[in-house]
């Protein structure tokens, strides 16, 4: 039994800031490549951990554009919400959104709803899956990577589908994530999306199997995604062991699709707001020296007391210390 699994789609019809090209009819290139795969390995279903969508507000023409797409599917596509394919992380609000809309025409196969299973009854395989909610990648959590028991004897190979950043090492910045060498869990398969990065194939000690080829799509500039490889992983059970295979897409280089100018241009555009601030606050600075001469020289000519004059240009640094805050 093969399966082929791909990370993110974020199928969206406007294009991402970095993109140079079209994204839609790039992203779906890559769907057909994937179709293409399919039929040559002959699997029994693509597999897709979540973020089908870039929003739960796509646009109705796109939504419509991605079910022509699965209708040519030559398998079925089995896939969770993700954290872009639902509204705040409530899982409940799948119903009002294109992902749920599709589901209901059964053109995209929710895990989250009904378990896919397939092979002989010794060696029989199901695949199940968590979609993204609130608790993802936290103690409450933690549960997300654990497939519900079944409600009948059975022994075959149990591949759970999640949307969690489930992570080989720890993060080098603050943010929740999952660690491998962490996950607690009676599944042999896990098939995590949500990190664009993807870490590929992971055996653990245990023989447990971890995959994540990474995103099919490609939408920011990063350093690391220019360079990344867009692939997905052809995934075998045989016997009751798992076995899983890299498979690069023939895509175009980063380079040639991903730019940074926006990402420049941004950067000269604060710099320029910054330098204006300075200028801003340094006049400022001196029309208060301005007005600290023009006190000083009215309570000269006016004879004020002290009193008077201290607390007017103790005002008058209130004022200054103000601007400066705010600038």
Request: charged share 25%; with cysteine.
């Amino acid at each position: 039994m093969r399966f082929l699994v791909t990370g993110d789609w974020h199928f969206k019809g406007i294009n991402p800031a970095a993109r140079l090209d079209n994204y839609q009819e790039a992203i779906t290139e890559k769907i057909h490549q994937v179709y293409g795969l399919a039929r040559k390995y002959a699997v029994q279903a693509i597999i897709v951990p979540g973020d089908i969508f870039d929003s739960p507000a796509t646009a109705w023409g796109t939504v419509a554009d991605l079910a022509d797409l699965l209708r040519a599917a030559p398998c079925p596509v089995l896939t969770i919400p993700g954290n872009h394919d639902i509204w705040a992380g409530n899982p409940e609000s799948k119903r009002r959104t294109p992902f749920g809309f599709l589901a209901r025409l059964e053109l995209l196969w929710d895990l989250t709803e009904e378990p896919y299973e397939c092979g002989q009854p010794r060696f029989s395989i199901c695949v199940i899956g968590h979609g993204f909610d609130v608790n993802t990648d936290t103690e409450a959590g933690k549960g997300q990577f654990e497939p519900p028991p079944h409600n009948y004897p059975w022994s075959g190979t149990s591949i759970h589908v999640v949307h969690s950043m489930l992570l080989r090492d720890p993060p080098y910045f603050e943010m929740r994530h999952t660690l491998i060498k962490d996950v607690q869990t009676a599944a042999k398969v896990i098939i995590s999306g949500h990190d664009h990065s993807g870490f590929g194939i992971v055996q653990r000690e245990d023989g447990m199997l971890f995959v994540n080829p990474g995103a099919l799509c490609r939408l920011t500039a990063h350093p690391a995604e220019m360079r990344r490889q867009v692939q997905v992983v052809l995934l075998t059970i045989e016997d009751g062991q798992a076995y899983a295979e890299l498979i690069p897409l023939n895509v175009k280089p980063g380079s040639e699709v991903l730019s940074r100018e926006h990402l420049e241009d941004r950067a000269e555009k604060q710099e320029r707001i910054n330098r204006f601030l300075s200028l801003l606050a340094a006049e400022g600075e001196s029309k208060f020296l301005g007005v600290r001469d023009i006190v000083t020289d009215i309570a000269r000519r006016e004879a004020l007391p002290e009193a008077v004059v201290k607390d007017t240009l103790a005002r008058i640094a209130r004022a200054r210390e103000e601007l400066a805050r705010t600038a």
